[in-house]
């Protein structure tokens, strides 16, 4: 199978924790992914599924809700980059709709894994693709990363918590976030442990994005409320390996694909 990415790129990505990948969807996905993510916007709206109304409207493991959402959560090509850029075989955790209305929320400083029901481990390469579906400059409520901060890998659960999040880590209170636009169709990645937010959407426009989170192939549940993993019975320290909820992603599987 050809890579995608130049040795350089996947470096760049082991080194910062995040990474801006161009021009990864056609001008014709973008347009039916944006409708498609609109779609399972306002179905859950209906069926008062996840829907927030807090400044992020998002909805998660879409595809479950709808399978033609399964033409983003397994695009051959996002798939095959966040291998890539993961240098290891992945499960999907899940995916999310994530529209951002106009306003003036920021999302929090944060990191994803803490916050999942997962098991921390040092060695992770569990990454998340955030796909633009809509142009994304920092008026419209980009992504912030902070560069090198995946290498924190026990900071525990901070979602909302600014201060104890910089209690646990002082020494990243003076560390700077790249902002990262973005044009419709570009990728972003981040590795799970990165620290990230995202601005307020001062635009006119809703922020509208899909975001795919895969996680290590052998990840472990950790006892904590999580809407993916309450009710199915796992306890602490077994291998989340329900394989129709977290199907495998593998180099193996692109190959017979392709
Ligand atoms: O899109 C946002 O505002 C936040 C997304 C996020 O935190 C994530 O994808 O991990």
Redo the contacts with the bound molecule.
């Keep these: 199978m050809k890579s995608l990415l130049e040795q350089e790129t996947i470096q760049r990505y082991r080194n910062q924790g995040f990474i801006r990948i161009p021009h990864v969807l056609s001008e014709k996905e973008v347009s039916e992914f944006k409708a498609l993510v609109i779609a399972n916007r306002d179905q859950a709206q209906s069926k008062q599924a996840d829907y927030r109304g807090e400044g992020?409207h998002r909805v998660v493991n879409a595809w479950r809700q709808d399978p033609a959402f399964m033409a983003i959560t397994f695009h051959p090509r996002i798939n095959q980059l966040a291998l890539e850029l993961a240098g290891a075989d992945l499960r999907l955790w899940h995916d999310?709709v994530?529209i951002?209305p106009c306003g003036d929320v920021w999302?929090f400083i944060?990191q994803?894994q803490p916050n999942w029901s997962h098991v921390p481990r040092p060695d992770s390469s569990a990454i998340?693709a955030?796909v633009a579906l809509v142009d994304v400059p920092l008026e419209a409520?980009c992504?912030g990363y902070m560069p090198g901060s995946h290498r924190y890998w026990n900071l525990g659960q901070q979602m909302g918590h600014v201060d104890s999040f910089f209690d646990l880590a002082p020494e990243l209170i003076d560390h700077p976030i790249e902002f990262v636009p973005l044009k419709a169709g570009d990728v972003a990645f981040?590795h799970a442990n990165t620290v990230?937010?995202?601005a307020a959407n001062q635009s006119n426009y809703d922020r509208i994005?899909a975001?795919i989170?895969f996680m290590d192939v052998d990840t472990q549940y950790r006892e904590t409320p999580h809407a993916v993993t309450d009710g199915l019975g796992y306890q602490q320290g077994d291998v989340l390996d329900d394989e129709d909820l977290f199907p495998f992603i593998t180099k193996e599987q692109m190959l017979v694909q392709s």
Excluded: E
Aim: charged share 5%; hydrophobic share 35%; net charge positive.
């Design positions: 992020l999310q994530m951002k999302t944060h994803g998340t955030w409520g992504m981040h990230h937010c995202a994005a975001t989170n």
